[in-house]
């Protein structure tokens, strides 16, 4: 989008929102406005992760073929495609879990190909994955406490010689995690071993873990994967919430098309292990080649 177009579109909307047109006087137009502006905004950023003619093929399979496509900073962008199309290798050749055969992988234009996960990790990039990695036998309060990095206390002999070093450290932790489980409404599940939260609860649990850290970039495969529908909304809600509040740029794989057409700015979709396409939830809609390949005539049909 060019950037005569952006400010043309966000001109536009201004003045739709000065009354221009009355029906943007309610409550709700505003609101829209607002998702709009923010949306145009978006492509004003500089891509966050840049995915270069990755390919990766196990044995005969072909599971991602000379795949590219731009992530951009502050967005919700959706990775959609049909089973197989290569989506949860795509989130492992990004975090590390895989070597590429051939291609690049940039996170701000750095090269982090062949990097450990943990390496990535540390440049500012989190994964969650379709199955929960809670710390079963640890509670609530602990699984999170255990995700910042360079804690004093990991040395040994600190334990001695930086004896109140590590427990101011400690408490600022303690703080931070008990102002996370507030906020994600678990506090009087701290003491509660992990392993007896239900599902919802653990993805909730995750996000937690996060929010522990300073990131930039965060890969969610499949959030609402198991989640109950009462407890759906909450968790998509938090997951705005990151991105909207707290400056996270998010790519989410979801095959709930409800889903990634409600809070996704944007949607890549994949086929056969390679892009198809991208554009906004209503362009994706309406896309004979997306409507083929992936969602079908009965989806259209619905909207």
Known sequence: MSVLCVFVSLWFVEQCANNSVPLLKSGIARARHAEVVGRIMIFMNEPILQVEHLSKSFGGIQAVRDCSFDVYEGSITGLIGPNGAGKTTLFNLITGFLQPDSGRVFYRKKDITGLEPFEI???????????????????????????????????????????KAIQAQE?????????????????????????????????????????????????????????????????????????????????????????????????????????????????????????????????????
């Open 121 to 163: 990790f540390r440049q500012g990039i989190f994964r969650s994955f379709q199955i929960t990695r809670e710390y079963k036998e640890m509670t609530v309060l602990e699984n999170l406490l255990l995700i910042p990095e360079k804690q004093i206390g990991e040395i040994l002999w600190n334990a001695w010689l930086q004896r």
């Open 171 to 303: 408490a600022r932790n303690i703080e931070k995690a008990l102002e996370i489980l507030r906020f994600l409404g678990m506090e009087s599940k701290k003491d509660l071993p992990a392993k007896h939260l239900p599902g919802g609860e653990k993805k909730l649990l995750e996000i937690g873990r996060m929010m522990m850290v300073d990131l930039d970039l965060i890969l969610l495969d499949e959030p609402g994967a198991g989640v109950p529908p009462g407890l759906q909304q909450k968790v998509l809600n938090y997951i705005k919430t990151l991105a909207q509040e707290h400056g996270h740029t998010l790519l989410m794989v979801e095959h709930d098309m409800d889903v990634i057409m409600n809070i996704c700015d944007r949607i890549i979709v994949t086929c056969d292990g390679t892009f198809l396409t991208e554009g906004t939830p209503d362009e994706i809609r309406s896309n004979p080649a997306v409507i083929e390949a992936y969602l079908g005539t009965p989806y259209e049909a619905n909207e």
